[in-house]
């Protein structure tokens, strides 16, 4: 059973960096990806970034893309988000996101087979 436990959430002023860490633990973690997500309250789960875990290729959304990076490291089953020129706009609740086999159109969240609990970015004016 695979489980993803997010951390590195906070509050920072607009312009500033956070970073987020997601371990993932369990004998059969093994991912085909992993992936991450935000959600505001009352509305619907978007993709933020995704790398595929052998081969270390990454995808963006066009709203992160030149400030956010995903990295990996696969010693530690743990997937980061560094985050950085933060804006008042990504204020939202972070998730990361594990698919265990290959799959396409790896944006959609209802490819990923198991999520974390969120961890809250909060960015000030």
């Known amino acids: 059973q695979v489980q993803l436990v997010e951390s590195g959430g906070g509050l920072v002023q607009a312009g500033g960096s956070l970073r987020l860490s997601c371990a993932g633990s369990?004998?059969?973690?093994?991912?085909?990806?992993m992936g991450w997500f935000r959600q505001a309250p009352g509305k619907e789960r978007d993709f933020v970034a995704t790398?595929?875990?052998?081969?270390?290729?990454?995808y963006y959304a066009d709203s992160v893309k030149g400030r956010f990076t995903i990295s990996r490291d696969n010693t530690k089953n743990t997937v980061y988000l560094q985050m950085n020129s933060l804006k008042p706009e990504d204020t939202d609740l972070y998730y990361c996101?594990?698919?265990?086999?290959?799959?396409?159109?790896?944006?959609?969240?209802?490819?990923?087979?198991?999520w974390g609990l969120g961890a809250q970015v909060t960015v000030s004016s």
């Open positions: 790398i595929f875990w052998s081969a270390g290729m990454t």
């Open positions: 996101a594990f698919r265990r086999y290959y799959a396409a159109a790896l944006t959609a969240e209802d490819r990923y087979d198991v």
């Open positions: 369990g004998r059969t973690f093994t991912p085909y990806a």
